[in-house]
């Protein structure tokens, strides 16, 4: 069983926080402390998932000691701010320098949650996520998520994009190509890999990133304009393209996809939750598998 331990100085937000977080997140184990002293002193021998502490409790910035003490003695401990304080620049770029992280302003309860979410995901210790790809992955993948402006988000997706894929074993990221600054992103991938499965798929991989709204999802036109792109690409060297969406495609798209089944190239869609759940996996390849296959059953 997973355990969140909530620090927070006001008795009655924090027996609020606890009944909202323990209904959101049933069979978690979720823990109280109302003092940086007790949270420290109590706990930090206790196995610990993630810790949600206020910043300004009985002193000025206790929650930062918090989050000292818990990424030294147990750096696997996901540590997320959630706090009514300003939190001033210099204190907020050393919260991330000393691992926090997320950085959550209150009420935002529904944040807290959806952050929350990926750090219990995250929560693995057969997971290694202090390598700067991980890191990098992470720093993305928030910045997606809280990014205002179309240019922003773009250039997050790329970012994101070009670092996940480039996890993947004998994957090298030999090429990007960008169309616009918010409309379209090309990804090209050399595949090195030494697995069957992904070399019948021949040597180049294509991926391309729409940031599109919800609005607006990427349709046929999309589509064919893709599958143009990986059939001028030639033969066998390239027969694989994933499409990344976060915001999702239309049906008529994923018709398309189905139709492929009976060809030789295979276009896989990827949206949020695919995403999030290759960053969370810990055997990207398999996940990626798993979706191309599901993409060739149609």
């Given amino acids: ?64 000691d918090v989050l000292l003490e818990f990424k030294k003695f147990y750096p696997g401990t996901h540590v997320i701010v959630y706090t009514g ?11 991330v320098r ?37 890191r990098l992955l992470l720093a993305d993948w928030h910045l997606l998520q809280s990014a205002e402006g179309r240019e922003r988000k773009g250039a997050a997706l790329e970012g994101l994009c070009s ?11 030999i090429e990007t190509r960008v169309r616009t600054k918010t409309e379209e992103i090309d990804l090209v991938v050399l595949n090195e890999s030494a697995d069957e499965f992904w070399r019948k798929f021949g040597t180049v991989i294509l991926i391309e990133c729409k940031n599109w709204s919800r609005r607006k999802k990427p349709g046929r036109p999309e589509f064919d304009s893709f599958y143009q792109k990986i059939s ?13 969406s976060p915001c999702g495609v239309t049906r008529s798209f994923e018709l398309e996809v189905g139709r492929l089944a009976k060809e030789s190239i295979v276009i896989v869609s990827i949206d949020a939750g695919s995403l999030w759940g290759l960053i969370s996996a810990s055997d990207r390849s398999d996940r990626l598998k798993r979706l191309a296959a599901a993409s060739v059953v149609g």
């Fill in 98 to 134: 000393s691992g926090c992280f997320d950085y959550i302003e209150k009420p935002n309860i529904e944040r807290l949650c959806a952050t929350l979410r990926m750090a219990l995901d995250l929560a693995d210790p057969f997971l290694d996520r202090d390598s700067l790809a991980e």
């Fill in 85 to 95: 304080a300003v939190l001033e620049l210099p204190m907020a770029v050393l919260c």
């Fill in 1 to 64: 069983m997973k355990t969140i331990l909530l620090v927070e100085d006001e008795p009655m937000e924090l027996i609020q926080l606890k009944e909202f977080i323990s209904r959101r997140f049933p069979g978690v184990n979720v823990l109280t402390a109302e003092t940086r002293a007790l949270a420290v002193g109590k706990y930090l021998d206790s196995a610990i998932d993630v810790v949600v502490t206020d910043m300004r409790m009985e002193q000025h910035h206790a929650g930062f």
């Fill in 163 to 173: 670092t996940l894929f480039a996890t993947v074993p004998g994957w090298r990221r």
């Fill in 232 to 244: 001028r690409r030639g033969g066998a060297d390239c027969r694989l393209g994933f499409f990344v």
